[in-house]
Nanobody
Framework: VQLVESGGGLVQSGGSLRVSCTAS????????MGWYRQAPGNERELVAT???????NYADSVKGRFTISRDNAKHTVDLQMNSLKSEDTAVYYC????????????????WGQGTQVTVSV
């Protein structure tokens, strides 16, 4: 399974950006997909997650500004980021938890390679 992110970049404070992630492979089902981020010198932290039943969870720091969505059939997850702040600057990683694949025993978790989001003051 591969997770490929896209959509990162440079945006001014107060602006908007959308990052997307597509999971590819012989995927039958994914329990939870989400986004984490890591800023220099900091640990990786949860941004938002969404279950296959579309239940969402957000970090307090992004509630009301970010919206996560997914397409179960296409195995994609998007993160719409509005009212961006300089403290949102980080590498954003896509995460897929509980991936069930054709011909593979059990469920497994995967990470994307990350996409840089930079918010300028």
């Amino acid at each position: 399974v591969q997770l490929v992110e896209s959509g990162g970049g440079l945006v001014q404070s107060g602006g908007s950006l959308r990052v997307s992630c597509t999971a590819s492979g012989s995927i039958l089902n994914i329990w939870t997909m989400g986004w984490y981020r890591q800023a220099p010198g900091n640990e990786r932290e949860l941004v938002a997650t969404i279950t296959s039943g579309k239940t969402t969870n957000y970090a307090d720091s992004v509630k009301g500004r970010f919206t996560i969505s997914r397409d179960n059939a296409k195995h994609t997850v998007d993160l719409q980021m509005n009212s961006l702040k300089s403290e949102d600057t980080a590498v954003y990683y896509c995460y897929a938890e509980g991936v069930l694949q054709r011909g593979v025993t059990g469920r497994h978790d995967y990470w994307g390679q990350g996409t840089q989001v930079t918010v300028s003051v």
